[in-house]
């Protein structure tokens, strides 16, 4: 997950700095939140779905970035 984070962390940065923190923040939530529906569909048969799950848990990088300290 943090590999996959950091990878996205420098470009969601330059897309923050254009759109603003707001509107990127938006579109992580949602597609965290999306990643627990991946989640939820997964089961010993169908295990790809965690992969999805993961790619978009990764987005919770934008959070990261964008949220104030």
Same mark, same amino acid.
């Given at each position: 997950m943090r590999i996959g984070q950091w990878g996205v962390s420098p470009w969601i940065g330059r897309l923050?700095?254009?759109l603003g923190n707001r509107p990127v923040m938006i579109v992580s939530?949602?597609? #965290?939140?999306?990643g627990l529906l991946f989640f939820a569909l997964a089961t010993p048969q169908h295990w790809a +779905? $965690?992969?999805?799950?993961w790619v978009l +848990? #990764?987005?919770y990088a934008g $959070?990261? #970035?964008c949220l104030p300290i």
């Open positions: 923050a700095d254009r939530q949602l597609l #965290v939140a999306a +779905w $965690l992969i999805g799950a +848990w #990764v987005a $959070l990261n #970035v």
